[in-house]
T-cell receptor
Framework: DGGITQSPKYLFRKEGQNVTLSCEQNLNHDAMYWYRQDPGQGLRLIYYSQIVNDFQKGDIAEGYSVSREKKESFPLTVTSAQKNPTAFYLC??????????????FGPGTRLTVL | KQEVTQIPAALSVPEGENLVLNCSFTDSAIYNLQWFRQDPGKGLTSLLLIQSSQREQTSGRLNASLDKSSGRSTLYIAASQPGDSATYLCAVRAAGGTSYGKLTFGQGTILTVHP
């Protein structure tokens, strides 16, 4: 059963803590993406990776970090430097980030709340 | 900088009505436009993807059109049903430069179809 999984579904963070959100895909896609969604706003790109061991900052990368050691996995760490991390986080993938006709497929999301 | 706007922000209609959701974008240098559906607390489901060279795409009761030169797209839903209630998002993919391949999202239209 192919798809994108994100875990956990809900995550609570205390002030000053780093937390890591998991994203795994078994679609054999090269490109993976992390977005943040706030109420009443569209999705905003945090980081993206077009290939293993390579990633680029999106529009709102400050306070976040990523790694891409495996094709299937693209974890996102929300660091204590992110001042307003409460949001819904969505991971996506596409066959190849450089191809114009690519559709992006999304995971179910992780809701992060700062206590 | 690409900006995507969706009108209306919210729409409530009785079951059976045909309806139109609007999406406009400021930079016509796009590769494609994608319409998504999002149910509350869930990830995004891709509905239709229109390449920049295409004028429209159809899937079941859904029809999406694209006028790249004027920076507009519409999503037409025929014979609406309560199960169509969701948030509908449009996103455009950048054509080149430093934004190559990047998706820019609108804020979404919240659709409610009541029986």
């Amino acid at each position: 059963d192919g798809g994108i999984t994100q875990s956990p579904k809900y995550l609570f963070r205390k002030e000053g803590q780093n937390v890591t959100l998991s994203c795994e895909q078994n679609l054999n896609h090269d490109a993976m993406y992390w977005y943040r969604q706030d109420p009443g706003q569209g999705l905003r790109l945090i980081y993206y990776s077009q290939i293993v061991n390579d990633f680029q900052k999106g529009d709102i990368a400050e306070g976040y970090s990523v790694s891409r050691e495996k094709k299937e996995s693209f974890p996102l760490t929300v660091t204590s430097a992110q001042k307003n991390p409460t949001a819904f986080y969505l991971c996506a993938s596409s066959i190849d980030g450089g191809l114009s006709y690519n559709e992006q497929f999304f995971g179910p999301g992780t809701r992060l709340t700062v206590l | 900088k690409q900006e995507v706007t969706q009108i209306p922000a919210a729409l409530s209609v009785p079951e059976g009505e045909n309806l139109v959701l609007n999406c406009s974008f400021t930079d016509s240098a796009i590769y494609n436009l994608q319409w998504f559906r999002q149910d509350p607390g869930k990830g995004l489901t891709s509905l239709l993807l229109i390449q920049s060279s295409q004028r429209e795409q159809t899937s079941g009761r859904l029809n999406a059109s694209l006028d790249k030169s004027s920076g507009r797209s519409t999503l037409y839903i025929a014979a609406s049903q309560p199960g169509d209630s969701a948030t509908y998002l449009c996103a455009v993919r950048a054509a080149g430069g430093t934004s190559y391949g990047k998706l820019t999202f609108g804020q979404g239209t919240i659709l409610t179809v009541h029986p």
